[in-house]
């Protein structure tokens, strides 16, 4: 490991912790050279499916996309990194221990809708509007409508799933 500060190869490891409930472990280092202190992560290198984006690309799913997904929603929103980054660990950890190969870029935006709704409304509406790429206002307020439909109670319930995504909007009419 290159020291940041003098890119000498030569450190020691003064302390370690696990961090992330264990799925990581921090370590505090000092350069031999410089003396200078650093943090580094360690986290065990899992095989992660590759995700066919809806023009028919694959890429290697990728939470430091997920977490700016996050990140955007709930801008400006009374949500701490640490509960972010919990909820992309969790979506990462989930679509890696299916085992499949391969995943819908879909399926990840479900998923994220899925936990961004008990989380924060706002954020999940945010999430939603540009995901599911609402076409016009009438769109955007059916899913405002039916955020509000809900039993407030629902909103601390893990298990309660957004509103399912609409096949054709093509057929949204126009108020009169």
Same mark, same amino acid.
């Given at each position: ?10 450190? /020691? ?8 409930? +264990?799925?990581?472990?921090?370590? *505090? %280092?000092?350069?031999? +050279?410089?003396? =200078?202190? #650093?943090?580094?992560?360690?986290? !065990? ?12 690309? %694959?890429?290697?799913?990728? *939470?430091?996309?997920?977490?700016? +997904?996050?990140?955007k929603?709930?801008? /400006? %929103?009374?949500?701490?990194? $640490?509960?972010? $980054?919990?909820?992309?660990? %969790?979506?990462?950890? /989930? ?5 499949e190969?391969?995943?819908?870029? =879909? ?10 709704? @008990?989380?924060? @409304?706002?954020?999940?509406? =945010? #999430?939603a &509007? !540009?995901?599911?790429? #609402?076409? $016009?206002?009438?769109? #955007?307020?059916?899913?405002? /409508? ?7 109670? $629902?909103?601390?319930?893990? &298990?309660? =799933?957004? @509103? ?10 126009? @108020?009169?």
């Amino acid at each position: 490991m290159h020291c940041p500060y003098c890119e000498s190869l030569d450190n /020691k490891v003064v302390d370690s912790r696990l961090s992330q409930e +264990g799925a990581t472990i921090r370590r *505090r %280092r000092e350069c031999v +050279g410089c003396r =200078r202190r #650093f943090t580094t992560y360690e986290r !065990v290198e899992e095989t992660s499916p590759m995700v066919i984006k809806k023009d028919g690309r %694959r890429e290697h799913l990728d *939470r430091q996309k997920i977490l700016a +997904g996050l990140k955007k929603a709930c801008e /400006k %929103r009374p949500i701490s990194m $640490d509960t972010l $980054d919990a909820v992309a660990t %969790r979506i990462e950890k /989930k679509f890696q221990e299916n085992g499949e190969t391969e995943v819908p870029s =879909r399926m990840i935006g479900e998923a994220v809708m899925s936990e961004l709704y @008990p989380l924060d @409304p706002v954020a999940y509406v =945010r #999430f939603a &509007s !540009v995901y599911r790429e #609402f076409k $016009d206002l009438n769109q #955007f307020m059916s899913e405002l /409508k039916s955020l509000l439909n809900r039993d407030p109670d $629902d909103s601390k319930d893990r &298990s309660v =799933r957004p @509103p399912a995504a609409k096949e054709d909007s093509s057929s949204a009419k126009p @108020p009169a």
